[in-house]
């Protein structure tokens, strides 16, 4: 009886470990079949169009993106997190994207450095745009 249930438990152990390593092995491949589920909840919306001035932008700094509409229609989204020390961006003015902490601004249409000590541009993020609707892709 107790030697039944150690092989069990060895048994039960043994495949729980096979399939955390099967899943850490495979899951992030994308080859898979069950990856999609994951990525369909993770649409999230981020805003409307309407929230985002043309021109201009918004900074979402829980999801720590801005998004910007350099021309009407057409929508960039970028890190927020300046790539001088890594403040968050604070403010979208006058075509620039600016970090408080020690001046850095970088350009709304592609991220480029307009000016401060941003040693490079801010990283591009992917969004998608469903209607009025602005979503991380
Ligand atoms: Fe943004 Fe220094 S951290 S300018």
Redesign the pocket.
């Known amino acids: 009886m107790t030697h039944r249930e150690t092989r069990r438990t060895v048994l039960l152990a043994t495949g729980a470990a096979a399939l955390a390593a099967g899943c850490s092995k495979y899951g992030d491949s994308g080859s898979g079949s069950g990856s999609s589920s994951a990525h369909a909840s993770g649409g999230q919306e981020l805003a409307k169009t309407t929230e985002i001035p043309v021109g201009g932008g918004k900074i979402f700094k829980d999801q720590k993106v801005v998004v910007t509409q350099p021309k009407q229609g057409e929508f960039k989204a970028f890190s927020a997190i ?1 790539t ?4 968050t961006v604070s403010e979208v003015s006058g075509g620039t994207i600016d ?1 408080p ?4 601004k970088y350009r709304i249409a592609d991220g480029s450095v307009a000016g ?3 040693p490079k541009p801010l990283p591009a993020e992917q969004i998608k745009v469903e209607g009025d609707s602005i979503r991380l892709a």
């Open positions: 300046c001088h020390l890594g403040c970090c902490c020690h001046g850095s401060g000590p941003a």
